[in-house]
């Protein structure tokens, strides 16, 4: 540990950060204060981002084969690269308490910027995503009650907005969990209902008239594959874990480790039968948004439309973070001092106020909900998730010194970063 880590700790104690991150920290320097998580909470964090609603239409665009080798192969991939972000937890000695500066002391400047790009890419098409899926739901819930009903989905949008600008208000990550656990829960409630109603109206649709091709030229068949690449690469991304692990007390690798299996654990018993029952219900007319191609009993649909809402709601907050932490650092440097006593709290209101209204328009432009998950999924999560870990784990030279087991490390590593690195 660094001999300066007292007086610097004492430095940046003092010095309250609106998004839980002090300054000390940021700069890479030992922990200015105290991390408080459990592997339970890490569990929530990991899981509530993860978007699976988009995963039949994926498979769908993929075909049998080539859908199930895809989504079997990025939950494994991603569940070992998260593995290896972890294992980097104070690699050099010193915390880096956010996904850019990890990168930044591994491959220095340009690794800085490169990760803040691609983090700043994925925080932004992931939050448009969300609100164009969650006024897509809420959408569903009023017509439900009101057919006659004259609000569009840009006002559900717009409501959503507002809902989360008061999210925003919380200070920190760890402030989430108890947000975050409830999203996990209705994770596994959307996952139970949405598989339910799936398989219910896949047994009442005539068989015969289910088509599992891949309609279109064979132009339009790569197209659509690349773009259920993308789309499954957003749906497993994990683009926030330094930041999570930074909240959670020591062991924090072994917290995180425990974390990570079992968030995974949730995901293989949810991702996968959403995946494939949605795919073997509607066949290639399955939806982009699985919940739209549901239809009887209502009241299921209903409840599978709240459930999304819940859980994207947290999805929504863990990726907003970036974005807020950056400002945070511009605006709320312990080297400025305070015009008055609740001027964190003003600027806090101000720019995710900024933020909100900026994701919130675009949402409402351009609502396009198959196309925003693609391309951030390509741009934005597959580096993160894919090819970033890879190479880094490499790069850090911690590789294993039994032969064997160090050249299928190395091998397994350029395979995933090579292969992945196709697919933006």
Request: charged share 15%; hydrophobic share 45%; glycine share 8%.
């Amino acid at each position: 540990m660094d001999s300066n880590y007292s007086s610097d700790a004492t430095a940046g104690a003092g010095n309250s950060s609106v998004y839980g991150v002090h300054e000390a920290e940021v700069e890479g320097d030992s922990g200015a204060h105290e991390a408080r998580g459990t592997w339970k909470h890490a569990a929530f964090h990991v899981a509530t981002p993860a978007a699976y609603a988009p995963l039949p239409f994926a498979v769908a665009s993929l075909g049998w084969p080539l859908g199930v080798t895809s989504l079997v192969g990025a939950t494994l991939a991603t569940w070992y690269s998260s593995l290896l972000v972890a294992s980097l937890w104070k690699w050099d000695g010193k915390r880096h308490v956010t996904y850019r500066h990890l990168a930044e002391s591994i491959y220095g400047y340009w690794g800085f910027w490169s990760i803040a790009f691609f983090q700043q890419v994925a925080s932004l098409g992931n939050n448009i995503a969300i609100q164009i899926a969650a006024g897509s739901s809420l959408k569903a819930v009023y017509k439900y009650y009101l057919c006659d009903g004259v609000l569009s989905l840009q006002h559900f949008i717009v409501f959503f907005g507002a809902f989360e600008l008061v999210l925003s208000q919380l200070p920190d990550i760890p402030s989430l969990r108890w947000v975050n656990a409830l999203c996990t829960i209705s994770t596994i409630g959307f996952a139970g209902t949405t598989i339910g109603v799936t398989i219910y109206d896949g047994k009442k649709i005539d068989r015969k008239s289910v088509s599992y091709s891949v309609p279109g030229s064979s132009t339009f068949k790569m197209f659509k594959a690349f773009n259920a690449l993308g789309t499954i690469a957003f749906s497993f991304g994990d683009a926030m874990l330094p930041e999570i692990q930074s909240t959670v007390r020591e062991p924090a690798k072994k917290n995180v480790y425990k974390g990570v299996s079992a968030a995974y654990t949730i995901i293989f018993l949810t991702y996968w039968q959403l995946a494939f029952s949605g795919y073997w219900a509607f066949g290639s007319e399955v939806q982009p948004y699985i919940v739209a191609s549901l239809t009887t009993p209502e009241w299921t649909t209903v409840m599978a439309n709240l459930f999304a809402v819940i859980q994207i709601s947290g999805c929504f907050q863990i990726y907003c973070r970036p974005t807020y932490a950056y400002f945070e650092e511009k605006l709320l440097s312990s080297k400025t001092k305070p015009l008055f006593s609740f001027q964190k709290y003003f600027l806090r209101l101000a720019f995710t106020s900024v933020y909100m209204g900026l994701i919130t328009l675009v949402a409402a432009a351009m609502p396009f909900f198959g196309d925003f998950v693609s391309i951030c999924g390509a741009i934005g999560f597959t580096p993160l998730d894919f090819v970033f870990p890879a190479l880094a784990y490499l790069k850090d030279g911690r590789i294993p010194r039994d032969p064997k087991l160090r050249y299928s490390m190395l091998f397994l590593n350029i395979t995933i970063a090579t292969w992945f690195s196709e697919y933006f």
